[in-house]
């Protein structure tokens, strides 16, 4: 093989490079001892990143090994130290290959290429970021329109710091008492006795409802009294959510739907 194709200068993430393996067989050098002369020169060297990037490259086995991308200043540094009677060919040689190719990385039509290569990237960029900033608007729009019923109820319950009776709930769901009182038992939330209706063990000590006592003439001109179940706004609040869980909506949210 002409020895003048071992030179392999090339474009490696926009750098001009050579690596210390195609290096090491120009020069017919073990390439371990490459690897140890840049090594020394990095003892000394503050800027040795921007001249030798470590990485790897497959062996005649696939195996990854560890190799060194050169500029052109750093295979001027390293290239210093080869001695030898074709040394001095080689190093013109490799500087002419890191000429040429730096005159044809650099010429207005590759500088073009390589602007409007940038240019499509970024583009696209934007255009990425416009579709997730659009997704995240409509997500966003969605969820107001999902929750602006559930605002307009809470708005209206909030509106009402007294207690209410069960009739007064029900007639926001379009209810009579019996049949929303009915509903709360087939839930689970509440249970009669004696003509009475109770919360349920679980539901008790947590702000729902409040007991009222009112006066009443019974029939025989006797005054009486009674003790009935009133819902807070915590619990008409605890009811809607309940509620809207069975898909049981109250009349405005209807309506806003």
Same mark, same amino acid.
């Given at each position: 093989?002409?020895?003048?194709?071992?030179?392999?200068?090339?474009?490696?993430?926009?750098?001009?490079?050579?690596?210390?393996?195609? $290096?090491?067989?120009?020069?017919?050098?073990?390439?371990?001892?490459?690897?140890?002369?840049?090594?020394?020169?990095?003892?000394?060297?503050?800027?040795?990143?921007?001249?030798?990037?470590?990485?790897?490259?497959?062996?005649?086995?696939?195996?990854?090994?560890?190799?060194?991308?050169?500029?052109?200043?750093?295979?001027?540094?390293?290239?210093?130290?080869?001695?030898?009677?074709?040394?001095?060919?080689?190093?013109?040689?490799?500087?002419?290959?890191?000429?040429?190719?730096?005159?044809?990385?650099?010429?207005?039509?590759? $500088?073009?290429?390589?602007?409007?290569?940038?240019?499509?990237?970024?583009?696209?960029?934007?255009?990425?970021?416009?579709?997730?900033?659009?997704?995240?608007?409509?997500?966003?729009?969605?969820?107001?329109?999902?929750?602006?019923?559930?605002?307009?109820?809470?708005?209206?319950?909030?509106?009402?710091?007294?207690?209410?009776?069960?009739?007064?709930?029900?007639?926001?769901?379009?209810?009579?008492?019996?049949?929303?009182?009915?509903?709360?038992?087939?839930?689970?939330?509440?249970?009669?006795?004696?003509?009475?209706?109770?919360?349920?063990?679980?539901?008790?000590?947590?702000?729902?409802?409040?007991?009222?006592?009112?006066?009443?003439?019974?029939?025989?001109?006797?005054?009486?009294?009674?003790?009935?179940?009133?819902?807070?706004?915590?619990?008409?609040?605890?009811?809607?959510?309940?509620?809207?869980?069975?898909?049981?909506?109250?009349?405005?949210?209807?309506?806003?739907?």
């Amino acid at each position: 093989m002409d020895n003048i194709m071992k030179i392999n200068v090339r474009i490696e993430d926009g750098c001009i490079v050579t690596d210390s393996r195609n $290096i090491a067989d120009t020069f017919e050098k073990r390439h371990d001892h490459v690897l140890r002369d840049i090594e020394n020169i990095k003892k000394d060297l503050p800027n040795f990143g921007e001249m030798f990037i470590e990485s790897t490259m497959p062996d005649n086995y696939g195996r990854n090994q560890k190799v060194y991308f050169v500029s052109r200043d750093g295979f001027s540094l390293l290239a210093m130290g080869f001695t030898g009677s074709k040394a001095l060919e080689w190093k013109l040689k490799y500087i002419n290959a890191f000429n040429t190719l730096e005159k044809a990385w650099n010429t207005p039509e590759q $500088i073009m290429a390589r602007a409007l290569k940038v240019a499509d990237a970024q583009i696209i960029s934007l255009k990425d970021r416009c579709n997730f900033l659009g997704s995240q608007i409509e997500e966003k729009s969605q969820l107001i329109e999902s929750l602006q019923p559930k605002a307009a109820y809470y708005d209206l319950v909030l509106q009402c710091n007294t207690l209410l009776s069960t009739t007064e709930i029900a007639k926001d769901y379009g209810m009579s008492a019996r049949k929303f009182n009915d509903l709360l038992h087939e839930m689970g939330i509440q249970f009669k006795q004696s003509d009475r209706w109770f919360l349920y063990t679980r539901y008790e000590g947590c702000g729902y409802t409040s007991s009222k006592t009112t006066n009443f003439v019974r029939k025989d001109g006797s005054l009486g009294c009674a003790t009935n179940m009133y819902w807070t706004p915590k619990g008409r609040l605890f009811l809607y959510d309940s509620l809207k869980s069975d898909a049981i909506l109250p009349m405005i949210e209807r309506e806003i739907a």
